[in-house]
């Protein structure tokens, strides 16, 4: 017996979930920033507990109904992202959030737009990946808006490498216990952006290149940011 309908990517639900996930992340730390910024810590702690809890109902839900497998080990991009997120909310360290916000917005605002799904809304499985994958982005955007946290140049290179060396070791998780975490091993079975690049192994080509362009135009507001305050010729 399915949990829920079957997922219909944009439909009504798909594109409610999104725009709720969008308003919480923009409402929340605006509202904090303007109304209570003494609390900008607290909240933030709160997030990143909710966080780890989700994590944890999650998986505790995933290995009553599934039992003991490697395929629950927490090793997929959105799951390493939740866990940093909580910890740059926690910690506040720039290094930290600067992996958070380029893994965030690189790849987990992907999996939000084309989620690997069958069942719809209400499904446990529905509930708890936009739960979690929502709450990454809510994470990323209250440190930027109310913890004033924010990436700079090469910060870019710094997660590029970071990143590849991740890919390695999963690759090497994913050979020895026959898992496809990071989809290294194979594209996921729903629609994705890895369609377009092409048969294994050769869309790792097309999945490195977007993410390069996709680290660059995320950093870019933080660029036209800075431009923007410079002061102008022969002024002080």
Known sequence: MPDGPPFELFGASHLWTLGLIAAIGILLPLAVRRLRPSAAGAVAVALALLMLGQEVADLTVQFRHRGPSVHLLPLHLCSLALFITAWALV???PRVFEVAYFWAFAGTTQAL??????????????????????????????GVIALGLRPVPRSIWRVTLITLA???????INAWLGTNFLYLMAKPPGPSLLDWFGPWPWYWIGLLLVGLVSFGLLYLPFLLLDLARR????QR
């Open 91 to 93: 910690s506040r360290r």
């Open 113 to 142: 737009l084309t989620p690997d799904l069958a069942a719809g809304f209400p499904a446990p499985g529905y509930l708890f990946f936009f739960a979690g994958h929502g709450l990454v982005v809510i994470g990323v955007l209250y």
């Open 166 to 172: 991740l890919a390695a070791v999963i690759f090497g």
């Open 231 to 234: 002061p102008r010729h022969g």
